[in-house]
Structure formats: C-alpha cells, structure tokens
C-alpha cells in the first residue's frame, strides 16, 4: 500500500487537470502529464448509477499507485447531493491530500465538510488535520461569499472559480476574452489575498482556441491568480511557460530583495533600483518571484 506524505497548503499549483474518478485508466499513472496537481472527480464527471464503483476506483488508485510528490485533491459531489459524506469517507481512508467542495456558497457549507472529514480521519486513525480543503465557487452567492469562505477553516488552501456552472446562473455565456467573468474573477483574487489562501481559475474548454487559451492564461497571471484548472493534458506546458517568471524578472527581484536587505540594515526605507524607487512594500512580490523561479527549478541562487 501507498503511504503518501503529508500535503503541505502552499505549494506551487500553477496546474490542476481534471480526471474522471470512474475511469481507472485515465487515473493509474496520470503524473507522467507533469500537472502540479492532480483533480480526480466523483462529481460532474461521474454519471448518478455510477458514484460508488467510482468511488471504489478512487480508492483503489491511492492505494495502490504511487503518485509521487504530485498533488491529488478530490472533488466531491455537491452538500445538496446524498452522495458527498461517503465522498468524503472514502477520500480520508485512502489518503487523499485534499477535498474540493463543489458548488460552495458558504462559511457554513465549508465546515459541513470539515466536521465530516474530522470524523474521517478520526474514524480511519489518520493524523488530524492531514487533510486539505478547497472550495469551487459557481454561482453568484458564492463568488460574493468568497472571503468567508476563504477564512472558514485553517485546512482552507484555496478557492477557485467553477466558470460553466457560474455562467449559468449568471445567465451569460461564454466570451471569447472571458469578460463576461471579470468581474468574479477579480473578487475572487481579492477574497483568497485577503483570507491568505491561493486562487484557481476555472476550466478553458475550447482545445482547438490555443490562442484564447494563451490569452486567458496570461491574464490570469496578471490579475494574481495562482494557477488554472484544465481539462486536457496539452494544456499543460502553455501555463507551465508562462507562469514561469523571465530571466529578467528574476534579476530584478534578486536585486530588489538584495537592496531591500542591504538599506534596512543601514536604516534606508526608500532607495532606487536600476533607476526606480523601491522600498519595503516591493519586497514580498520580489521574494514570490524568486521562490516560483525556485519552484520552477529555474533559479541556483542562495536568495
């Protein structure tokens, strides 16, 4: 039996690919992709008479295959389902590192599944507190209950935006550019900063758009989110590169970081840098820098 270690609630997630709980082939050996994590569904992607042979192929798949320091959260069917407690029960007996919480609109919604999985974990004698959380907002009570949702628990790592459901109840759809979800997409970001926890964007569908899908990645970049949810394998390598911090923006936190070091000691709060005012607020966005391009085994530095 496979003995996986202990997740860890901030680690890189730049990827994190679906995969059918129900399809043993597709989730035997599905780290040879490269995501940084992995999401096995016994939600959407499982049909109502199929829940419980996918839950004994979920089991199964995280005892027997060794995934390696790849992540592998569960996505459980929705709190307004009969299915979710036994989701639960059977994510903590087979060590998954953590559980997504489908369709969350609430604080309330998160410590349902928190108490269920603290009676898992106590009932299959696993470490308290092993297990993880996340939560996928999909509607508009959600996205505005983002930052309570956020905060609810300390096994909270992060919050992502389901877009098919959201668009849905928001009565748009889709947009080439994704405008239509701005609006979310930014409170979402706003909510996780101010809980401390990641963000993830949701799913782009369309595996024939390889521009939009580039667009969009980037402009998740830009807006703070920590990473994408995706739906194919070759999607993959598109976000790992351009998540992926430039040599140029490497140098310029290494000299920020150095500068910052270098002036506190002096007692200097304002100074420049290559030209431009710096001071300590500059400071945590140059330590992300350096520690992504550590992450993403592009940085030998002793930083």
């Given amino acids: 039996m496979i003995q996986r270690k202990k997740p860890e609630r901030f680690r890189l997630r730049r990827t994190m690919i679906f995969l059918s709980a129900q399809k043993p082939g597709l989730i035997k050996d599905p780290l ?45 069917n929705g709190l307004d389902t009969p299915h979710w407690r036994e989701d639960v029960r059977v994510c903590v007996a087979a060590g998954a590192d953590g559980v997504r919480i489908a369709k969350c609109e609430s604080a309330g919604d998160v410590i349902a599944v928190e108490k269920a999985v603290e009676a898992a974990e106590e009932e299959f004698r696993k470490e308290k507190g092993r297990t993880l959380l996340m939560a996928a907002l999909e509607s508009p009570k959600g996205i505005l209950n983002a930052q309570e949702i956020a905060a609810a628990s300390g096994r909270m790592f992060g919050i992502a935006i389901s877009g098919g459901d959201l668009r849905r109840t928001m009565q748009v759809s889709p947009v080439r550019g994704g405008i239509e979800l701005n609006t979310a997409r930014g409170l979402v970001v706003l909510a996780a900063r101010a809980a401390g926890v990641q963000c993830f964007d949701t799913v782009f569908t369309d595996l024939n758009d390889e521009e939009g899908f580039r667009a969009e990645v980037l402009l998740d970049k830009q807006m703070g989110f920590d990473g ?23 140098t310029a936190a290494e000299k920020i970081v150095r500068a910052v070091r270098e002036n506190a000691a002096k007692g200097v709060g304002v100074f420049t840098v290559d030209g431009k005012m710096i001071d300590i607020a500059f400071l945590p966005g140059a330590e992300r820098t350096i520690a992504l391009a550590k992450a993403c085994g592009m940085y030998k530095g002793e930083l």
């Fill in 228 to 250: 994408k949810s995706l739906v194919n394998p070759r999607q993959i390598a598109a976000v790992h590169e351009i998540y992926a911090p430039s040599e140029k923006e490497i």
């Fill in 32 to 76: 040879i992709y490269g995501a940084d994590s992995l999401m096995l569904d016994l939600e959407d992607a499982v049909a109502e008479n199929q829940k419980d042979a996918a839950r004994f192929s979920l089991y199964h798949a995280l005892k027997t295959v060794d995934y390696g320091d790849t992540e592998v959260i569960v996505r459980i």
